[in-house]
């Protein structure tokens, strides 16, 4: 089974960095074992017993937990004895150099497994009824704990655990908020999409730059090396955010000029162009949030949680180049970094891309930060409520702290007139 | 100065990278023995901003080479002394994946 790791978490896994820096020794040096670091799981003997282990170890069993102090505290009905309960928890005492004494002994009213089995039909009953939150098996009350999201639920579950024989005395049914699943600009199912969410196409991630409607084909624009071969058009299907996770395709890509040798400011052997934007349609029946890019909380804070929506009201210039200054400020939305935002530092460069014969003619640095998967990107200018959309984003230098964007008006030149809101 | 650096998958299973553009990539940085950084490979430069998923098979390594001129960003040659110099793999995070720092010594 493959499994995704993000850089902040690969360490875990990919164990070994190696740098071999050696004089006058033109063979590559081989990691050595001894170099690669071990990842061991912590020891078992100490730990807490499981609850099922517990309950098979000790009669009149009720529940387990540690108080805020760190006491062992274990539930037994009356007349179960104590021994067998420190000796299920010998180990974890032995450990932390704690003596018998040290465990706590609560009574029970009900068996562990009884709450069990009434946590299972309460369950059932509890989530049947639209408010229901929880239902928890809670061993600090040897109760089954149930959260509701009013007092209309509350009734209504009371009522359903009555009518399945739980008894009302062996559960407590409190307020609860809802559980909100948090979304965020690489895990939302965004629907309509918006610009600025994770996209996927065979073997890579990018994001949304904009929507935007080409004659009546509902489209969204992106790295033209968002495709799967950068210039020309091979029908680049995209997902959103995963094909993993939702397996519906979104949009082709549709449009996506070929690069070309010559013409002015282009340097010999290389293959230019003045925008690295492509564009894709969507799917019949899929939806696009024509004008809308997704908010997070804050520029430069590093969120990636979405809590709005920003709405474009205008476009750039259509001029080649675009029409922001120097020292402009201006905005990104993207699946790796989020909401950044910093001053224009450069106009209408021509550059090189690193490893590839690719050239980008007159594009625009901004001095913010960046990641590997926001190509695509929408870059705007925040005019007080709304936004004025400026060009995508493409690439970035390897420290992460200026990115590179084609100006509105160069993707237009290539891509054609395109409504954006 | 010929130089080496791997990314190994220690574990058991295949995992997949995140990694910067179109085709892996990896820095090289020296510093001097006050820390600052007198020479890296990609400074300069723009990468693409897609990211990869590459997979990487349990045991298997990503090894980049890379030969260093021993000339500073300033396209001088560095004084003798000693130096660290370490890898850095673009990923999804803009500090990379970052190999511990390796010495070296410049001599006259």
């Known amino acids: ?421 | 100065m010929p130089l080496v650096f791997s990314v190994t998958n220690a574990g058991k299973v295949v995992i997949t990278l995140q990694l910067m553009g179109r085709v892996p990539s990896a820095d090289f940085q020296v510093s001097d023995a006050q820390g600052r950084l007198v020479w890296s490979r990609l400074r300069g430069q723009t990468m693409m901003g897609a990211l990869r998923l590459y997979p990487l098979e349990a045991g298997k390594s990503l090894s980049f080479r890379h030969t260093w001129n021993q000339q500073a960003d300033t396209g001088r040659l560095v004084p003798p002394g000693d130096y660290t110099i370490r890898g850095v793999l673009l990923t999804d995070d803009p500090k990379g994946l970052a190999s511990p720092p390796a010495p070296l010594r410049v001599g006259t």
């Not at chain 1, 050595?32 to 170890?57: H, K, Y």
């Not at chain 1, 009905?77 to 420190?86: I, K, V």
């Not at chain 1, 509701?148 to 509350?154: N, Y």
């Not at chain 1, 476009?315 to 905005?331: E, M, Q, R």
Request: proline share 4%; with cysteine; hydrophobic share 35%.
């Open chain 1, 1 to 421: 089974m493959s499994r995704l790791f993000t850089s902040r978490n690969v360490l875990a896994a990919v164990s070994t960095l190696v740098l071999a820096s050696c004089q006058d020794n033109a063979s590559p040096t081989q990691p050595a074992d001894a170099d690669i670091p071990a990842v061991r799981g912590q020891a078992q003997g100490n730990d807490l017993p499981s609850a099922a282990e517990f309950d098979r170890q000790t009669p009149g069993f009720g529940g387990f937990f540690l108080t805020s102090d760190g006491t062992p505290t274990v539930y037994l009905t009356r007349g179960a004895s104590r021994a067998p309960a420190e000796q299920a928890l010998s180990g974890y005492l032995a450990g932390r150099g704690l003596s018998n004494a040290s465990v706590r002994i609560l009574e029970a009213k009900y068996g562990w497994k009884q709450l069990e089995r009434w946590q299972e039909t309460a369950s059932v009953e509890a989530f049947a009824i639209p408010g229901a939150v929880y239902v928890d098996n809670d061993e600090t009350v040897n109760r089954v704990r149930i959260g509701v999201e009013d007092l209309g639920t509350m009734g209504q579950v009371r009522a359903a655990l009555a009518r399945a024989r739980v008894p009302d005395e062996a559960v407590i049914i409190e307020r609860a908020d809802p559980i909100i699943q948090v979304a965020t600009l690489q895990d939302v199912v965004d629907r309509p999409v918006r610009a600025g969410v994770q996209i996927n196409f065979p073997g890579y991630l990018c994001s949304v730059g904009f929507n935007a409607t080409s004659g009546s084909q509902k489209s969204f624009v992106t790295a033209s090396h968002c495709t799967t071969t950068q210039g020309g058009v091979e029908s680049t299907p995209y997902w959103q955010p995963l094909q993993s996770v939702n397996g519906t395709q979104i949009a082709t890509e549709v449009a996506d000029p070929a690069y070309a040798k010559g013409g002015s400011g282009c340097a010999k052997g290389k293959l230019c162009r003045y925008s690295d934007a492509s564009r894709a349609a969507y799917v019949s029946g899929a939806n696009q949030a024509l004008g809308l890019i997704a908010r997070t909380s804050g520029a430069n804070n590093g969120s990636l949680t979405i809590t709005g929506s920003f709405t474009i009201s205008a476009d750039d210039c259509s001029t080649t180049g675009g029409c922001l200054a120097v020292g402009t400020t201006v905005d990104k939305v993207g699946r790796t970094t989020g909401w950044t935002s910093g001053a224009i530092t450069n106009t209408c460069v021509n550059t090189g891309v690193q490893g590839s014969r690719f050239m980008l003619l007159c594009q625009t640095f901004v001095s913010a930060g960046v990641g590997g998967g926001d190509s695509g990107s929408d870059v705007f200018q925040v005019t007080g409520n709304s936004v004025k959309l400026v060009g995508v984003l493409w690439g970035g230098n390897s420290g992460g702290t200026q990115f590179v964007y084609s100006p509105f008006g160069n993707v237009t030149r290539e891509l054609g007139p395109l409504t954006t809101h």
